[in-house]
T-cell receptor, first 113, second 115 residues
Framework: GDSVTQMEGPVTLSEEAFLTINCTYT??????LFWYVQYPGEGLQLLLK?????DKGSNKGFEATYRKETTSFHLEKGSVQVSDSAVYFC????????????FGQGTTLQVKP | DAGVTQSPTHLIKTRGQHVTLRCSPI?????VSWYQQVLGQGPQFIFQ???????GRGNFPDRFSARQFPNYSSELNVNALLLGDSALYLC??????????????FGSGTRLTVV
């Protein structure tokens, strides 16, 4: 079945460092891909999305490109801030229209001043 | 505009009891989905409802049930609670059934602890 695999965390970076969080997926058909962020004690917030191959999603300095050839959707940011500390989830929507999102296990990012 | 609202925010129940969790979607959103997030893991899909009909069901036992009301709010019910049901329960809404295409808006969740 469909699945998402993220790099294990925690990831600890200094402020202004470059961030990459790897995400690969397995899916039939042409899923949409998402990154969600979860701050402590809160629900999930949609960070960015891409709905077809070669699309680039971007928001708040974060970017991810839908790579069908490598089945990847890696999250990147050029210069992280302390306020980016959170748990990041990669997710995909299946080809069936059931509203089901399949999430990776999450990657904790800690940014130190 | 109010976002997705869930109640209660925290709940403690005893094994074997029943629990009802509630969700109000964003105004105008007709689709509501429920997810279970166990500590340290990604959310797992439980149900999706659209226009008061079940459109999807995840791999959860029959102890889990849900419904959607005419105002598009929703309830998630869990019977015969087990310790393993302790989790953060998240509700998400979307304007269309294709929320998987456009993206969902999540609430802050209900933290259920079963003792």
């Amino acid at each position: 079945g469909d699945s998402v695999t993220q790099m294990e965390g925690p990831v600890t970076l200094s402020e202004e460092a470059f961030l990459t969080i790897n995400c690969t997926y397995t899916a039939t058909g042409y899923p949409s891909l998402f990154w969600y962020v979860q701050y402590p004690g809160e629900g999930l917030q949609l960070l960015l999305k891409a709905t077809k191959a070669d699309d680039k999603g971007s928001n708040k300095g974060f970017e991810a490109t839908y790579r069908k050839e490598t089945t990847s959707f890696h999250l990147e940011k050029g210069s992280v801030q302390v306020s980016d500390s959170a748990v990041y989830f990669c997710a995909l929507s299946g080809s069936s229209n059931t509203g089901k999102l399949i999430f990776g296990q999450g990657t904790t990012l800690q940014v130190k001043p | 505009d109010a976002g997705v609202t869930q109640s209660p925010t925290h709940l403690i129940k005893t094994r074997g009891q029943h629990v009802t969790l509630r969700c109000s979607p964003i105004s105008g959103h007709k689709s509501v989905s429920w997810y279970q997030q166990v500590l340290g893991q990604g959310p797992q899909f439980i149900f999706q409802y659209y226009e008061k009909e079940e459109r999807g069901r995840g791999n959860f036992p029959d102890r889990f049930s849900a419904r959607q009301f005419p105002n598009y709010s929703s309830e998630l019910n869990v019977n015969a609670l087990l310790l393993g049901d302790s989790a953060l329960y998240l509700c998400a809404s979307s304007s269309l059934t294709g929320g998987g295409f456009y993206g969902y808006t999540f609430g802050s969740g209900t933290r259920l602890t079963v003792v």
